[in-house]
């Protein structure tokens, strides 16, 4: 049974484990740590982009040979790695200038620093609107420290959890009844575009119009700030890597193994790029036919929301580990309806899958060796039962259980 001394113990152990692991091995001197990878590796990508618009040469952002002449100039004589096919906009370009004026270590920092604030605050502002899990506030902040989906992200050195923040941010505001403004911080997902694929079919489809306006004049926004800053050039080559990795993913996708979407499983079982083309998008319509199910139902806005993201990362044709960190919205929204709803058939199996999915990352480790990646078929069996309980009617009195249910405290 799940209890809260039991989670404060893993809990406790977890963290001391994992964090220790990791500053352990980052502090090995120079730019090499002691597991014989480049510090923050995934950051040298956006740290290139910022020294490349500081220099004045916006058009060569999509150039990869002048990604790596600029990050050898700038970080390392000898430094191999590099973005072959830069796929982020141009003004995520202009939001890493000022970090590019610091040295490479001390900007790695100072970005992990602000990741970690952005993830912080997601868990914040999620728990805020938790009911029960009000009550267990030093529980929540314990496991969200120790989480495997904050330390993936903080190893990468990866833009993640900015998603994980904008998604909070549009939960709380669609709370308060503030659409317009669900739709702008929505909009802003527009810097990882399969990231707000999801949510832009429900919404549309169930004639949210002031989301919609309001993701549409973010993402405007964003347009218009690239091509006053950066010209059209720059702004038209992103398309076409984008246009280039859409029709072939894997040539972003150096270790399959760490593929967590729906795409990203079948790959892993066959070789034929048809074959896994065909069942992605078999795939996506079910992900849609289930997200526009679960939001149309009367279950409480939070576990829809929940709802969303959790099919945002099993559709996405592209999600690697660090984009894990987005199910830290999904976990603690459920836990929060597993503890109020105790009761509930489904409240045993939605909390052993929670944990499962709190330690998502693990799953490609495994992956190396059975060739299956289980998290995927976790998330989808939580993905299936949550739609089932958004929409069932399991009792005479109940469609989707309402807030009149009375609240639970964990034991």
């Known amino acids: 049974m799940i209890t809260s001394k039991r989670l404060t113990v893993w809990g406790i152990g977890l963290l001391g484990l994992s964090w220790f692991i990791y500053i352990h091995t980052m502090t090995a001197p120079g730019l090499i740590d002691r597991a014989g990878r480049f510090k923050g590796t995934d950051y040298i990508a956006f740290y290139v982009m910022g020294s490349l618009v500081l220099d004045g040469r916006a058009d060569a952002l999509y150039d990869a040979d002048a990604h790596l002449a600029e990050g050898r100039r700038r970080i390392d004589p000898g430094l191999d790695l590099y973005m072959a096919y830069p796929n982020y906009a141009p003004h995520i370009a202009l939001m890493f200038a000022p970090l590019a004026l610091l040295p490479f270590g001390w900007s790695l920092t100072v970005f992990l620093s602000i990741t970690s604030v952005c993830y912080l605050t997601s868990v914040w502002l999620v728990w805020r609107e938790c009911e029960a899990l009000r009550h267990h506030g030093r529980l929540v902040a314990l496991l969200a420290v120790a989480s495997p989906l904050f330390l993936t992200v903080v190893r990468y050195g990866q833009l993640s959890a900015l998603a994980l923040f904008l998604w909070s941010l549009g939960l709380v505001a669609m709370r308060r009844d503030r659409p317009f403004v669900a739709g702008l911080v929505l909009g802003c997902l527009a810097y990882k575009p399969q990231l707000g694929v999801v949510a832009g079919v429900v919404l549309l489809l169930g004639r949210q119009w002031r989301v919609v306006a309001g993701a549409a004049a973010a993402v405007a926004a964003q347009i218009t700030v690239a091509l006053l800053v950066t010209g059209v050039k720059p702004l038209a080559q992103y398309g076409q890597v984008l246009w280039t990795l859409m029709m072939n993913p894997r040539l972003v996708e150096i270790h399959p193994t760490e593929m967590h979407s729906l795409r990203g499983f079948v790959q892993l079982l066959t070789e034929s790029p048809a074959v896994v083309g065909g069942c992605f998008v078999a795939a996506l ?14 279950a409480p806005l ?51 899958l929670l944990v499962l999915v709190y330690f998502a990352p693990f799953s490609g480790n495994l992956a190396r060796l059975i060739a299956v990646q289980l998290s995927v078929v976790v998330m989808a069996i939580l993905a299936w039962r949550i739609s089932s309980i958004c929409t069932a009617d399991l009792r005479t009195d109940v469609v989707a259980y309402s807030d009149l249910t009375p609240q639970r405290a964990l034991t």
């Open 285 to 298: 319509l079910c992900v849609l036919a289930i997200a526009w199910r679960s939001w149309s139902s009367r």
């Open 302 to 352: 939070d576990v829809r929301w929940g709802e969303l993201v959790l099919l945002t990362v099993l559709a996405s044709p592209h999600l690697i580990a660090y984009d894990l960190v987005l199910l830290t919205l999904p976990l603690l929204v459920f836990s929060d309806w597993a503890v109020q709803h105790a009761d509930h058939p489904l409240a045993p199996a939605v909390s052993a």
